[in-house]
């Protein structure tokens, strides 16, 4: 099995509404987001998927959420908190859409990972 790891960076703020400490205020992260693609097949260059298209769609994804208030957006509506885990889910739902997983069966989004500080991470697989 071969997995190809890519991660990208976007700057957001976020509340978590309810939360019972500081997190409840508005505050920003520098967000990390690594997607890790997987599967058993090389193609005939001895590649599994370009990284290229790997890198294009998660940054295609994260310029969504740059420098954004998350809690507006529609994907954390009806009271949905921005939280690591949600953001995490989120992209994977997104990601798992690219175009290049249709086109090459054999690979599959294997997980996605989200960092809100260096320390931090919560990692969303299906």
């Given at each position: 099995?071969?997995?190809?790891?890519?991660?990208a960076e976007f700057e957001a703020?976020?509340?978590?509404?309810?939360?019972?400490?500081?997190?409840?205020?508005?505050?920003?992260?520098?967000?990390?987001?690594?997607?890790?693609?997987?599967?058993?097949?090389?193609?005939?260059?001895?590649?599994?998927?370009?990284?290229?298209?790997?890198?294009?769609?998660?940054?295609?994804?994260?310029?969504?959420?740059?420098?954004?208030?998350?809690?507006?957006?529609?994907?954390?509506?009806?009271?949905?908190?921005?939280?690591?885990?949600?953001?995490?889910?989120?992209?994977?739902?997104?990601?798992?859409?690219?175009?290049?997983?249709?086109?090459?069966?054999?690979?599959?989004?294997?997980?996605?990972?989200?960092?809100?500080?260096?320390?931090?991470?919560?990692?969303?697989?299906?």
């Amino acid at each position: 099995m071969f997995e190809i790891h890519v991660s990208a960076e976007f700057e957001a703020a976020h509340r978590v509404a309810g939360y019972p400490g500081k997190c409840d205020r508005l505050h920003g992260h520098s967000w990390t987001v690594e997607s890790v693609v997987a599967g058993d097949k090389l193609d005939e260059l001895g590649m599994l998927v370009d990284f290229k298209l790997v890198k294009g769609k998660l940054r295609e994804l994260l310029e969504s959420l740059d420098h954004r208030l998350l809690n507006e957006l529609p994907a954390f509506a009806d009271g949905k908190n921005p939280t690591a885990e949600n953001i995490a889910q989120y992209v994977y739902e997104e990601m798992a859409k690219a175009e290049f997983f249709r086109e090459l069966p054999h690979v599959k989004l294997k997980q996605i990972q989200v960092w809100e500080s260096p320390k931090s991470s919560v990692i969303y697989s299906e």
